[in-house]
């Protein structure tokens, strides 16, 4: 019962391009979206989120699209840099209840 | 100075043993976390605590009780340790209720079940 999938497992970028990165979800109550960055060893950080109400949020080299008729929400880092070398988790909530995160995907920025 | 801190953060053990994983934070959160992250990179959230109280426990084994000695404190202890209980498990803070964008997590630790 995969809620949040993200079926891109890695993502190869040459440094200075855009990286999309794509998440897809099944549960049309969640309301809150949000991207978490984890480095090797680390746990995940909060990167970027967006409210249901939205379709777009930026922040800085970060920006995520919301598609709620597709399901479907995307983050965008422009331009990518080799310290962006990440795992990227999407995750959703419904009324700021438990996040459901993906499975993950590796982002690989090359110099 | 770590936010949010586990030990041990690697456990290797035995099946059928009891084992302990602690976890603090110091940035005087009322909400902590338990998530686990199995073989398939999936993290699910197993156990929120708020004010010592338990407030989401998700559908997880008897043989998994967290304990939240105070409110900068949320262990884990588990018994009877099964191979399927190999994970990284992520311990997590966040200022207010049971929220979204402010949860801040620890580094991990690794189960290894033999």
């Known amino acids: 019962d995969q809620q949040v999938k993200q079926n891109s497992p890695s993502l190869s970028v040459q440094e200075g391009r855009i990286s999309i990165l794509n998440c897809d979800y099944t549960?049309?109550?969640?309301?809150?979206f949000l991207w978490y960055k984890k480095y090797p060893a680390e746990g995940p950080t909060f990167l970027i989120s967006?409210?249901?109400?939205?379709d777009k949020n930026e922040d800085g080299r970060f920006t995520v699209f919301l598609n709620k008729s597709a399901k479907h929400l995307s983050l965008h880092i422009v331009p990518s840099q080799p310290g962006d070398s990440a795992v990227y988790f999407c995750?959703?909530?419904?009324?700021?209840?438990?996040?459901?995160f993906g499975a993950g995907t590796i982002l690989r920025v090359k110099s | 100075d770590t936010a949010v801190s586990q030990t041990p953060k690697y456990l290797v053990t035995q099946m059928g043993n009891d084992k302990s994983i602690k976890c603090e934070q110091n940035?005087?959160?009322?909400?902590m976390y338990w998530y686990k992250q199995d073989s398939k990179k999936f993290l699910k959230i197993m156990f929120s605590y708020n004010n010592k109280e338990l407030i989401i426990n998700e559908t997880v084994p008897n043989r998994f009780s967290p304990k939240s000695p105070d409110k900068a404190h949320l262990n884990l202890h588990i018994n009877s340790l099964e191979l399927g209980d190999s994970a990284v498990y992520f311990c997590a803070s966040s200022p207010y209720g049971v929220s979204t964008d402010t949860q801040y997590f620890g580094p991990g630790t690794r189960l290894t079940v033999l």
């Open positions: 995750a959703a909530s419904v009324g700021g209840n438990k996040l459901v």
């Open positions: 940035l005087g959160h009322d909400t």
């Open positions: 549960n049309s109550m969640f309301d809150y």
């Open positions: 967006i409210s249901s109400i939205k």
